[in-house]
């Protein structure tokens, strides 16, 4: 397993984010996508120096970000970006809003594919436009996007639609076939596609990201994609993502975002992100071990002591997606499950009516704390 030292629990609940601050110090949290691993040494050096500077006005107009970006992308997925293509935005939530307020009309029908991240479907909302579910399929092996139902959507009018790659909370990896036929569906029906890639750095062995804009011309010309170094590097709190075009024709709306974007992202962010991308490679690869590692453990331990619980491992990220139904724990088992063995879990229902009876569990920590996690819910079953 990976080379980290990952924290006792007494030095995490000194962190003062939302994981930590959410709940009671009784509560085991495993519910928002923080991870519990000790920042990339890259990353913690460079913030110090900035600190030390007092380095913290404004984001600068350079191009650090973006050739960090276009080169991560290249050395990682061989994927060529312009970073000329490369725009700074605060986060990937205000990148795919700021978007769709561009592409969008008040009343225009937006699709996702549930069960999938919840502010989804609040950006949508927030732009006043409609939400339009193509859920996933869920076959008895895998889920996949469901491209029958997309094309019904499409086809129903739809502007644009709001694509999860890797998708959060299945840790779906899509593939390569399934994105090139919804490229040509965005073509065929003219519907812009905003590939959330955010989870991409954390796609775990056996599996191969994607990117959305590689995939075909059509993808080009319809799509938009948001990268981000808040998940792989664990720098939520610090503000700094991107919008990625390949086309001129997605290029013309992304030209069109308020020049006070970059005035809105975090300087300190943009100094992390850019360290994350151009040396955080070895850190990454230490998580990816302990993120394999916790998702096979996570499998036995459910086996072992919770049987009747289906769980399948994710092909990316730290999140798993767990079937509670038939401990006939109801329709929301993270209320159960906080009561009874204080665990906090997000309940499944949130990210669509496909959860209903599912908890999500962020396995972005120790084997310990996992272990100890799953403990306490057979020991409260
Ligand atoms: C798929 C997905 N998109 C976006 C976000 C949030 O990103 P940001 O904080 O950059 O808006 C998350 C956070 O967990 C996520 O899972």
């Given amino acids: 397993m990976g080379n980290l030292s990952i924290p ?3 030095e995490l609940r000194k ?3 939302a994981k930590w601050r959410t709940f009671p110090d009784d509560v085991l949290p495993l519910p928002v996508a923080e991870m519990d691993f000790p920042l990339a040494e890259p990353v913690a050096k460079a913030l110090h120096e900035a600190v030390d500077r007092s380095d913290t006005g404004y984001a600068a107009p350079t191009r650090d970000l973006a050739e960090a970006v276009s080169n991560y992308a290249r050395r990682t997925w061989d994927w060529r970006i312009d970073a000329a293509d490369v725009h700074t935005v605060a986060d990937v939530g205000i990148g795919v809003v700021e978007v769709l307020r561009r592409i969008v009309s008040a009343g225009d029908r937006v699709v996702i594919s549930p069960p999938v991240y919840e502010p989804f479907s609040w950006w949508v909302r927030e732009v006043g436009a409609h939400v339009v579910e193509a859920p996933l399929a869920d076959g008895p092996l895998e889920w996949r996007l469901d491209l029958d139902a997309l094309e019904r959507a499409f086809a ?3 502007t644009a639609y709001v694509l999860c790659n890797p998708h959060n909370p299945i840790g779906l990896v899509h593939r390569r076939e399934d994105l090139v036929a919804v490229a040509k569906l965005a073509e065929k029906y003219g519907v812009y596609v905003l590939s959330d890639e955010i989870h991409a750095p954390l796609v775990l062995p056996g599996a191969e990201f994607v990117p959305f804009l ?3 011309d059509e993808a080009r010309r ?3 994609a948001f990268l981000s170094a808040s998940k792989g590097w664990n720098l939520a709190g610090l503000k700094a993502a991107t919008v990625v075009t ?3 024709a997605p290029k013309r709306y992304v030209d069109r975002l308020s020049p006070h974007s970059l005035y809105r992202t975090g300087h300190l962010g943009v100094i992390a992100t850019v360290a994350a991308f151009n040396d955080g490679d070895q850190w990454l690869a230490n998580v990816l071990d302990v993120l394999d590692h916790n998702r096979g453990l996570l499998d036995d331990l459910l086996v072992k002591l919770l049987p009747g619980v289906h769980y399948r491992q ?3 990220g730290f999140l798993a997606w767990i079937d509670f139904r038939e401990l006939g724990w109801g329709d929301d088992p993270t209320e159960h499950i906080l009561t009874t063995a204080r665990v906090a879990l997000n309940a499944g229902h949130r990210y669509g009516s496909a959860g209903i009876g599912f908890a999500r569990l962020n396995f972005g920590c ?3 704390t996992l272990t100890e996690a799953i403990t306490r819910i057979a020991a409260a079953s």
């Fill in 314 to 316: 994710p092909q990316s």
């Fill in 246 to 248: 390949a086309d001129p």
């Fill in 366 to 368: 120790s084997p310990q």
């Fill in 15 to 17: 962190r003062r984010s």
């Fill in 222 to 224: 319809w799509g938009f």
């Fill in 156 to 158: 129903d009018h739809a």
């Fill in 8 to 10: 006792p629990l007494a």
């Fill in 214 to 216: 590689s995939v075909s």
